[in-house]
């Protein structure tokens, strides 16, 4: 049977291992490249200063390194989209587009077994393509440090979706999904359509919502607010504003109405500050994901998106073995 | 149950309705069986259902005595009407995969039966294969299965003559080589008098004749008399009238009344007659 699905499949398979093949090649020639351009514009110092400037230009080096680096971040993010476009939909639709399911359901292999077989020769290779090319594209985009796409930061949506478990949870969830309508639809355009519109659906709330998902990390500080986190771009400032003496939450339209009644006494900081500790704000107070919480985030998105995989996965052999 | 295929209260239905109801009947072992009925019947829907496709809605379907439950009995082997090929793998390819889905599998059974079709390349892309080779391999690959009995949905429809008795003589060679049941529909009604030597006649999912081709064709007369005269005894199954005459098909009739020519009827006018019953009723 597995030798049935690897014939299927082999169009698929042989440009998996291609891409592979070129996408390690190049990242492995790249970043030599990289580090010697780095090193010969005098910019190892650069690496971890952020935003702030390092001495030495940096333009001409970001000019020649950025987009090999963004286009190579950007495949990695539409990878799996393309894996259950490709390999998910035409995995199971194919054959109940062309009939050929009829021929497998009336050997002795059962339905189950043809289905997780097919399954596994379809989404192993795809999920071993997507682990090598996070590794490798993370490994060269580590190297640039502060100086690539990577300063932005675990948070940034283009950087969070090719770390930690996404590249992969995402993999799984595209495939389930292809999968699914592809025998619901039981045809492969139809299946297509439904399975771009399904992922980009579904990352986009999960994008929208993600924050949401752990609850952030209290930073308390006195009046005036010296968290000094504003300018920070590599954690997340969830919720921020007043406390009162026992340490609850102002409401924001009472801070607000304060702090209008206050500029309008205060001159400034000195005045104002004072002001509104008067009116009750004791402490200010700063909801922060923070960048060691990452790891955390990643879990829980992962978690949502295997849920629904798992889901996607119990359906689709629930049309398999009433399909006739 | 008895019989290499029996079924009992076999009933299926789809969304537009009943597509086989109350279907009851045990076809006898080593027979070849003619399953015929108009478009629509339920041929496909019975013979789906035998080979463990299609799940029945109600009552139950045994093989050699042992139920057919949502998957393909072991004994059974089936072509469905679409010929079902990988059309992409070569003729080689796709009776490797034949084997590797079979636990009981026979190459030489395969081959045989390829070798004695001439004109099959094993190099050759299914897909590129003519209408008649395709059907050629497909029966070849349910053989390799060595069923006990063979499920046949319309294997000669897209054949040409030559292709339809090269066909039709391996299915004989099977019966008489390994003793074979095959249950076979087709609108070919006299290819199948060739072959066949037991009716199941199915109309709007009901069986309708059920029995040894030449018990049936007994059991019926084809009478022609005048116009005129009073409907004769028996079971009238289809009548067509010109202003002079009438030719009724009747069954269980006692005696031919005076005046009214009887004879017994053959294969194709007897379906003919029931068919031809089914399109006054559905109209």
């Known amino acids: ?324 | 149950m008895d019989g290499a295929l029996s079924c009992s209260g076999l009933g299926k239905k789809f969304r537009r309705g009943w597509a086989v109801r109350d279907c009851s009947f045990e076809l006898p072992e080593g027979k070849v069986v003619a399953l015929v009925g108009p478009n629509g019947a339920g041929k496909s829907t019975l013979l789906g259902m035998a080979a463990g496709l299609i799940r029945p809605t109600e009552g139950e379907l045994w093989v050699h005595g042992t139920p057919v439950r949502n998957r393909t009995h072991p004994d059974v082997a089936f072509l469905a009407q679409s010929r079902p090929l990988y059309r992409d793998f070569t003729v080689r390819e796709q009776i490797k995969a034949a084997r590797a889905m079979n636990d009981r599998w026979s190459d030489e059974r395969v081959t045989e039966i390829l070798d004695l079709l001439a004109g099959v390349d094993p190099k050759a892309k299914v897909g590129e294969l003519s209408a008649g080779a395709r059907s050629q391999l497909a029966i070849a690959l349910a053989l390799g299965r060595l069923p006990k009995v063979l499920l046949l949905d319309e294997p000669l429809s897209d054949l040409d003559p030559l292709a339809r008795d090269e066909t039709l003589r391996l299915v004989m060679t099977e019966v008489a080589d390994r003793g074979t049941t095959v249950v076979m529909s087709s609108h070919l009604l006299g290819d199948l008098r060739e072959v066949c030597d037991h009716l199941l006649l199915i109309d709007k999912g009901h069986v309708q004749v059920d029995g040894d081709i030449e018990d049936v064709l007994a059991e019926h007369r084809i009478l022609v008399g005048p116009a005129d005269s009073p409907e004769p005894e028996g079971t009238l199954v289809s009548a067509t009238r010109t202003e002079r005459q009438a030719t009724l098909l009747m069954r269980d009739t006692v005696s031919v009344p005076d005046g009214w020519a009887g004879t017994e009827p053959d294969l194709e006018s007897l379906v003919m007659g029931y068919l031809r019953a089914a399109r006054g009723r559905r109209d």
């Not at chain 1, 290779?125 to 060269?140: D, E, K, M, Y």
């Not at chain 1, 994901?289 to 992962?302: D, F, N, R, S, Y």
């Not at chain 1, 295997?306 to 889901?311: E, H, P, S």
């Open chain 1, 1 to 324: 049977m597995i030798w049935v699905a690897l014939r299927r499949q082999r169009l698929q398979l042989i440009t998996l291992l291609v891409l592979l093949v070129v996408g390690s090649a190049a990242v492995l020639i790249m970043r030599p490249m990289m580090l010697a351009d780095l090193h010969s514009m005098g910019l190892e110092g650069c690496l971890t200063t952020g935003l702030e400037g390092c001495g030495k230009p940096k333009a001409p080096f970001q000019l020649a390194w950025y987009t090999p680096m963004r286009a190579a971040q950007l495949g990695l993010l539409v990878l799996p989209l393309l894996i259950g476009l490709f390999i998910g939909v035409p995995l199971l639709a194919r054959e109940i587009e062309q009939g050929t399911h009829v021929l497998a359901f009336t050997q002795s292999v059962s339905r189950t077994r043809w289905m997780l077989t097919n399954i596994a020769v379809g989404l192993l290779p795809a999920l071993v393509l997507v682990l090598a090319g996070q590794s490798l594209i993370n490994w060269w985009l580590s190297a640039a440090g502060d100086l690539g796409p990577l300063r932005v930061g675990p948070f940034d949506m283009n950087v969070f979706g090719i770390q930690h478990i996404a590249p992969v949870v995402y993999t799984l969830f595209a495939f389930s999904l292809g999968l699914f309508t592809g025998v619901l639809a039981r045809r492969l355009l139809t299946g297509m359509l439904i399975t771009l519109v399904g992922f980009v659906v579904l990352r986009v709330a999960l994008e929208t919502l993600r924050f949401k998902l752990i609850s952030p990390e209290r930073k308390i500080t006195g009046l005036p607010d010296t968290a000094g986190v504003y300018g920070e771009v590599k954690q997340i400032r969830v919720d921020s504003g007043y406390l009162d003496a026992q340490g609850h939450v102002v409401p924001d339209e009472v801070a607000s109405a304060a702090s209008t009644q206050c500029k309008a006494t205060s001159v400034d900081n000195t005045q104002f500050f004072p002001c509104m500790e008067q009116k009750g704000m004791a402490k200010h107070f700063t909801d922060m994901i923070t960048e060691p919480m990452a790891g955390q985030l990643h879990l829980v998105e992962g978690a949502i998106f295997l849920g629904v995989t798992a889901l996607l996965f119990a359906a689709t052999l629930i049309l398999v073995r009433r399909r006739t």
